[in-house]
């Protein structure tokens, strides 16, 4: 097949009940796309490994990739561990618990294309996206985080802190390896990196919608982490 491959990296932690949905939306909408899912699963104790595998017998395993660590070890080495595990010419990563409708990749393949970019991001502060079923504290972190950031790193992208975006592989790769923060703020990190190395930056409007099923990881200790991150990248760029 001469058509480009992706590689979709899910990471999850107690997805057992999102998993089988997403899974069944991102094989709808990928529809006569070249593409794989890797799922990334640190030993959820609610069993979505188990459920993972299923949807491997199910699916098959050139579709589905199951993969994973001990113990829950945090979203940005997930992507990392992900990574290793992708035959793709192009990464999507995207979360598991339906907030990124699978509807959106195809829309970020039709943009990459346009403009050969080297990532496309998914921004909910620009254009038509926005955010669904967020609490007013809620989208007071997210709209600081991300105008904080904007303010101090100026990376000239309107999402900082969202994670529904493709990457060229080879552009992933490198972003992680100068990556060097862990939690929240390597999304952002990754903008600014990108913003850095002169890699270009495709925007599409997406809508969030927060997840119906289990509980978001997003505690005080990721704001501390955040913020600390933040003016780490601050103090260094
Ligand atoms: N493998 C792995 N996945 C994680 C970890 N923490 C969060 N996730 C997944 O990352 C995605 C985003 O996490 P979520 O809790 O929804 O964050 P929020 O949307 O910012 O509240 C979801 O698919 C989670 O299951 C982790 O430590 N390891
Ligand atoms: C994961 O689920 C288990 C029970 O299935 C629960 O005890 C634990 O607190 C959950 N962890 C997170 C981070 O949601
Ligand atoms: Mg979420």
Redesign the pocket.
Known sequence: MNEPKYSII??????SE?LPLIIWLIIKHMENENFEVII???NSPDGTTQVAKELQKIYGDEKIVVT??EK????G??YIHGIKFAKGDFVVIM???L?HHPKFIKQFIRHQKENDYDIVTGTRYAGDGGVHGWNIKRKAISRTANYVTQVLLRPGVSDLTG?FRLYKKRVLEKLVQSCISKG?VFQMEMMVRANQFGFSVGEVPISFV??QF?????GGNEIFQFLKGLLYLFATT
């Open positions: 899910l990471p999850t932690y107690n997805e999102n990334v699963d640190d994973g660590r829950k070890l945090g979203l080495s997930a979360d598991a618990d907030s994670s929240y927060d997840r289990g509980e978001s990881k997003l």
